[in-house]
């Protein structure tokens, strides 16, 4: 996989995550249907928010990780 298919990749989860974080928070705060649902309301909105931070929090340091690599090897050639 080249690194610009990788980094798509990882900028679609880092999307994906934020929705399902937002999705989380607006059946937490806002819906009336897992309001009424209880516990298992609660723990509907709750999957969705650390879901939705397993898939953006990492992918956010490893899309860091590569491109601060990517960087570094722009830079060699220059300097020789």
């Known amino acids: 996989m080249t690194d610009d298919k990788l980094i798509l ?27 009424a649902m209880g516990v298992k309301g609660i723990i509907i909105s709750a999957m969705c928010v650390a879901f939705g931070m397993a898939l953006s929090l990492p992918t956010k340091m490893y899309l860091t990780f590569i491109l601060v690599k990517r960087e570094a090897e722009k830079e060699v050639p220059e300097r020789e």
């Not at 399902?20 to 819906?31: A, C, D, E, T």
């Open 9 to 35: 990749l990882l900028k679609c989860c880092i999307t994906v995550g934020l929705a399902l974080i937002s999705l989380g928070i607006y059946f937490h705060n806002f819906s009336d249907t897992v309001e």
